[in-house]
C-alpha cells in the first residue's frame, strides 16, 4: 500500500501594521513582522486523500441535527 506524502515550503517575509487615524491625525500605530520566513513541513497521508474528509463527515453528522 502506498503512502502519500505531503511536503510544503513556505518562503518570503510577513508584516502587520496598525495605524488608527483620527480626524487626519495619527493617533497610535504599531508595526511588525518576520524578515525572513523559510519553513518547511511535511506530512504523511496512508490513505491519501481520503484520510482529510474524517473531519469534513463528522461535521456534517453534527450539523444535520
Not at 502519500?4 to 515550503?9: A, N, S, V, Y
Not at 483620527?22 to 518547511?40: A, C, D, M, R, Y
Request: proline share 5%.
Amino acid at each position: 500500500m502506498g503512502k502519500f506524502l505531503i511536503q510544503k515550503h513556505k518562503t518570503g517575509w510577513n508584516f502587520n501594521a496598525l495605524i488608527v487615524i483620527k480626524k487626519s491625525q495619527v493617533i497610535f500605530n504599531l508595526w511588525g513582522g518576520t524578515p525572513q520566513i523559510n519553513e518547511f513541513s511535511y506530512n504523511k497521508n496512508p490513505l491519501g486523500p481520503l484520510q482529510g474528509s474524517e473531519v469534513l463527515v463528522n461535521s456534517l453528522g453534527t450539523s444535520l441535527f
